[in-house]
């Protein structure tokens, strides 16, 4: 699914960085909602405003919740290093 840009470009970087790390984008709500790698009940979700009041803070609070999941990419285990 081809899913529109993002009207603020800070907020638009933080989800492609979630796409890069294999995160979904799925229409819902006001722009959207972004679904970790683990598609079932226990994987993690982060809602995207399209018209948030302060972008900056938003792009940070996506990018925050992508690297504390427990689930994907975003959180690396470099254990044989």
Do not use: F, S
């Amino acid at each position: 699914m081809n899913r529109p840009r993002h009207p603020d470009k800070e907020v638009e970087e933080a989800v492609r960085q979630a796409e890069a790390l294999g995160w979904t984008w799925r229409p819902q709500g006001h722009w959207g909602r972004l679904y970790c790698p683990r598609h079932d009940r226990e994987g993690c979700q982060i809602g995207v405003n399209g018209t948030p009041r302060n972008a900056g803070n938003h792009a940070r609070q996506i990018l925050r919740a992508i690297n504390r999941c427990p689930h994907g990419a975003g959180e690396r285990d470099d254990g044989d290093v």
